[in-house]
């Protein structure tokens, strides 16, 4: 029968060697095994913390070897110290149960790593590599939080993600549901959402009775949006666009909600391999891509209209530092929410309420 550590170790395997993504590939693995659902989440548990913890294990493995492990041999040894330094998992069963998924000419070898990794006390290097981050996300988010918020923000990201119900039986993040409630959607109005997939927030403000209108890129996750919403027995129209270049009339929009795309460095918690996929390079034309899509959005506002800007990091050139849109200004109310003034937007960190890290900014069209 196949256990949930190998599992665990397939999936581990993919996701370090093919570049698969873990919040893909887990369900699926899972609807095929004959696990138990207390092996199913020991099976999230063992790929989640172990893709997040990559480096601090890494650490731990590279003292007690002489020469670096060949790729498989590391993320069996992975595996292993997750289970011995962050999962509390008994050491007998995390080095026995491991050793045996060893092929036979390294289960001597992955034994003797992991036991004295059990018996060791962790030497970390530095800051980034304890926590298991790459370098320059701990150094960027130091510079925009000081060291007291981002140690605080970097260690909850490390925490598993809890879910949060809606009313209306949607499960999203309270710091996505506040971003919704931020717009003030009311019945009758015209709102369109940019960046709308899987759905969360257009589903949110079309409970109020405002007419949305939800446009993505790619057509599959305009598809995620067309799915949640019937299933909360909702009519959104859903567009396949580009954000950069909406076929919607200016002016026509009351509110609209840019949720852009970005770095993701409030929302790690969730995405366990986004950490080591992410670049300072990525996050340079992310940038420029955010600004491109802010332009086009004040383009749909009408005079006196909104304008609500989101993203699901914590960086200022992401967020405070855009340019305010010309013939726009700026919306100063607190929205609800655990939000903490952050110049003229507002953001909200992990550690504050248990959510995603967020910023939002709000805006009203000033000219007519």
């Not at 140690?151 to 919704?180: F, H």
């Not at 959402?193 to 790619?218: E, Q």
């Not at 530092?321 to 992990?350: C, K, M, N, S």
Request: hydrophobic content about 45%; overall charge neutral.
């Amino acid at each position: 029968m196949t256990t949930a550590r190998a599992v665990a170790l397939e999936l581990l395997t993919r996701i370090e060697s093919t570049g698969a993504y873990a919040n893909l590939v887990i369900g699926p693995a899972l609807n095929r095994s004959e696990l138990s659902d207390q092996d199913r989440r020991f099976v999230t548990e063992l790929v989640y913390g172990t893709t997040r913890m990559r480096r601090a294990c890494d650490v731990m493995i590279d003292r007690f070897v002489t020469q670096a492990p060949e790729q498989g041999a590391r993320t069996l040894l992975r595996l292993g110290v997750y289970q011995l330094c962050f999962a509390d998992v008994a050491p007998h069963a995390a080095v026995s149960e491991t050793v045996q998924l060893a092929p036979k000419r390294l289960r001597g070898f992955t034994n003797a790593v992991l036991r004295k990794v059990s018996n060791a006390q962790p030497l970390w290097p530095s800051l980034a590599a304890e926590l298991s981050y790459p370098d320059w996300i701990v150094e960027r988010l130091i510079a925009d939080l000081g060291e007291v918020d981002a140690t605080q923000a970097l260690r909850t990201m490390n925490q598993a993600a809890s879910a949060t119900v809606r009313s209306d039986g949607y499960t999203q993040d309270r710091s996505s549901q506040w971003v919704a409630l931020a717009v003030d959607a009311i019945a009758g109005e015209t709102v369109v959402d940019l960046c709308a997939a899987p759905g969360g927030k257009a589903t949110a403000m079309a409970s109020s009775g405002a007419h949305v209108i939800a446009m993505d890129l790619r057509a599959q996750r305009a598809v995620l949006v067309q799915r949640n919403a019937a299933g909360l027995k909702l009519k959104i129209p859903v567009v396949v666009a580009d954000a950069m270049r909406p076929p919607l009339r200016p002016g026509s929009a009351d509110a609209v909600l840019l949720d852009a795309p970005c770095s993701g460095l409030g929302a790690l918690r969730r995405r366990p391999d986004a950490r080591w996929r992410i670049t300072p390079e990525d996050l340079t034309d992310l940038v420029t891509l955010q600004a491109k899509m802010l332009t086009a959005a004040a383009h749909l506002v009408r005079p006196g209209g909104r304008l609500i800007y989101s993203v699901c990091t914590l960086t200022a050139s992401e967020s405070i530092e855009h340019q305010i849109p010309e013939g726009f200004e700026v919306d100063t109310r607190e929205p609800e929410g655990a939000w903490r003034r952050y110049e003229h937007g507002w953001r909200v960190l992990p550690q504050d309420a248990g959510t995603d890290g967020m910023v939002v900014i709000r805006y009203r069209r000033s000219d007519e």
